[in-house]
């Protein structure tokens, strides 16, 4: 490319940056979709958090307190538990949500405790709320703890080891915990980094050639003596810069919400600090240039702008399922899935994320790969620029 | 100076364009008159070398149009049949935009830019956008950043269409000028008036055949019609006894226009 194409390429890219600023729509998307990120992360935590800390500190409602003092006082002693009267119907406070769950100390309670019968203990909860099982477990495991001590006394009242009492130890080692929670939701930060790059590429990909299309410019562009390579090569700089812009909103965004997530209450140690910052960016941007091409040249078959929104929507689930595949876990990383575009984008992010270290060699490998394929798809959009049906048929 | 030679363009079976020459001089206006769908519309977009000719020459300013488009384009100014604006920017950008592509930048691209305002009679509109612009307004926009680079030859498809008369005659006024300022200029009209109002040289086209060319008084003695319009109808066959008429089994050609 000489130096007057060159001029050319950036003429394009001018207008269409001017042309692409004064669209609101076009605007708007890349504000809003820069702000989802932020705020369904920021969302999720906070519920998150507030869960967690209902599991931290709760307060159990006991019916029958009078019956079983001793219970009451062991209870009042476990930290975060505070202990209150009871409803008068137990059943219906916890079917209509006012209670999470409610205790009923049995009448007949402190007769079996003395008689080292089984004592009754009702525990009221509603096993279809998701939302309060884990307050019904910490209740219940109270209980078991108390029914094990109180069991182990009597035991030892009668000269016989506990442990005898105890043929099979169970470990609980629980993996849905609020950190592992916490890392689906942190999953979903590449997903929306990358979706960020796409919705921000939207606008000019489409803009510059559907909607030259259906604006009829088309035609009156092509006659001007530039090479075809170098209007589809500015319209692509162009797209760039755009998706490049709503990247580093949204992951700038996603930096500043994290600095008020407060990650060590909720026993998470993962930051997205400058360090990550930077490599969400060294590991995205790369991936902007390809996603306009490709944008671009689907885009350049639509007639309108709608037919070319049609075909972008189809076109972002499409690279949508490798991400969502890679937050699920579905597979284990491999060293090639690196190379592949977005799914090396999606893993790759996933260490940054992670605290992996990643020999740099990688990112460049990564960038070049997505940077060459998104010449092939200029090159072929340069070509369609050519075919009669494009230019003409509206 | 524009020459084409035998060209021929067809799509499916529609002979589109079937073995069309003429020249267009320079300091010389040359109308291509037919009627819709005669294939004029096709004859200019091979012209302006966004339509490749199945067969044929194309040779302006000596540079093949069809072998060099790029070369050629450097020749051409051309107002096509869609002339689409952007709507978010402004006359004076598109002016600029078009410009710019040509390699015209600074002091030279404003100066050129006051020029064209100034003779499109477009300084009141010259900073708004052009989402509102009445489509006389639209047509002087596109026909101002056509010929910002002051082409040597200048193409023109129907540029009157659906103008009012202020507007047409701001068109024919220009068409004039560059006429006097030594351009070659080509349009296409199915308006008899238009035409004969304007051209030194007009080539009559019907059914994507040439089937008559020359001056006005030349088609009024070819055709022995004292009446342009009428010299026109049997020219292109249109006339109700269907005896000059040698096409009339091929149908309405030029699918693209």
């Not at chain 1, 030892?156 to 890392?183: F, H, W």
């Not at chain 2, 006389?136 to 030859?153: Q, S």
Request: proline share 5%; charged share 20%.
């Amino acid at each position: 490319m000489n130096s007057r194409s060159l001029a050319q390429v950036m003429v394009v890219v001018r207008k269409e940056l001017v042309d692409w600023s004064r669209d609101r729509r076009s605007i708007m998307t890349v504000l809003i979709s820069s702000l989802l990120a932020p705020a369904i992360i920021g969302f999720m935590f906070s519920s998150l958090a507030s869960r967690q800390r209902q599991v931290e500190d709760i307060t159990v409602p006991v019916v029958g307190a009078a019956h079983a003092p001793a219970l009451i006082e062991w209870l009042q002693q476990q930290p975060g538990i505070t202990i209150t009267d009871g409803p008068s119907d137990p059943e219906e406070a916890v079917r209509t949500r006012r209670e999470d769950v409610v205790v009923i100390i049995t009448d007949d309670f402190a007769r079996d405790f003395a008689a080292s019968k089984p004592a009754q203990i009702r525990l009221v909860s509603d096993s279809s709320s998701q939302n309060t099982r884990p307050k019904v477990q910490r209740v219940r495991a109270l209980f078991q703890r108390y029914g094990s001590e109180i069991g182990s006394l009597r035991l030892i009242a009668r000269g016989i080891s506990p442990v005898v009492s105890v043929p099979v130890q169970v470990e609980d080692v629980e993996v849905s915990s609020a950190q592992q929670r916490a890392a689906t939701i942190l999953g979903f930060i590449p997903l929306f980094v990358m979706l960020a790059a796409f919705t921000g590429a939207m606008g000019i990909a489409t803009d510059s050639t559907a909607g030259e299309r259906e604006r009829g410019s088309i035609e009156a562009l092509l006659v001007n003596p530039a090479p075809r390579s170098a209007i589809a090569g500015g319209k692509w700089l162009a797209g760039t810069a755009t998706a490049m812009l709503s990247v580093v909103i949204t992951s700038a965004l996603l930096f500043a919400l994290f600095q008020y997530i407060p990650l060590q209450d909720l026993g998470i140690r993962f930051q997205l600090g400058p360090a990550q910052l930077l490599g969400t960016m060294v590991c995205v941007l790369p991936i902007c240039p390809l996603i306009v091409a490709i944008q671009m040249y689907v885009a350049t078959f639509a007639k309108s702008f709608k037919e070319a929104q049609s075909y972008l929507s189809f076109l972002m689930m499409a690279q949508m399922v490798p991400g969502m595949m890679a937050s699920m876990n579905a597979f284990p990383a491999k060293a090639w899935m690196y190379f592949v575009p977005w799914l090396g984008q999606q893993t790759l992010l996933t260490d940054v994320l992670g605290n992996k270290v990643i020999h740099p060699g990688v990112f460049v490998v990564v960038a070049v790969v997505n940077i060459a394929l998104a010449i092939v798809a200029v090159r072929a959009t340069a070509g369609l620029f050519v075919r009669e049906k494009i230019i003409f048929g509206r | 100076m524009i020459r084409i030679e035998n060209l021929h363009k067809r799509f499916g079976d529609v002979r589109a364009v079937d073995g069309v020459s003429f020249t267009a001089a320079d300091g010389a206006v040359t109308g291509l008159l037919g009627p819709n769908g005669a294939g004029k519309t096709t004859t200019l977009r091979m012209l302006y070398t966004l339509m490749r000719p199945d067969e044929g020459r194309i040779l302006i300013e000596g540079v093949d149009a069809v072998t060099d488009p790029e070369g050629a384009r450097f020749h051409l100014g051309v107002l096509p049949d869609q002339s689409g604006l952007y709507p978010r920017l402004t006359a004076r950008e598109h002016i600029h935009y078009f410009g710019e592509l040509q390699g015209i930048t600074g002091a030279d691209l404003a100066h050129r830019t006051e020029y064209l305002l100034k003779m499109l009679d477009m300084a009141a509109i010259a900073d708004r956008r052009v989402a509102g612009f009445s489509h006389g307004e639209r047509t002087k926009t596109a026909l101002a950043r056509a010929i910002v680079h002051n082409p040597k030859n200048v193409l023109l498809d129907e540029p009157t269409n659906g103008l009012d008369v202020m507007s047409t005659r701001a068109v024919r006024e220009i068409i004039r000028r560059l006429k006097g300022e030594g351009h070659a200029v080509l349009f296409s009209s199915h308006v008899m008036q238009e035409v004969s109002a304007l051209c030194d040289t007009i080539v009559v086209i019907a059914r994507g055949q040439i089937v008559g060319a020359g001056s006005p008084d030349d088609l009024r003695r070819q055709t022995g019609h004292e009446n342009l319009e009428d010299a026109f109808v049997s020219l292109s066959g249109l006339g109700t006894d269907g005896s000059t008429d040698p096409h009339s089994a091929q149908g309405e050609a030029g699918a693209a226009s």
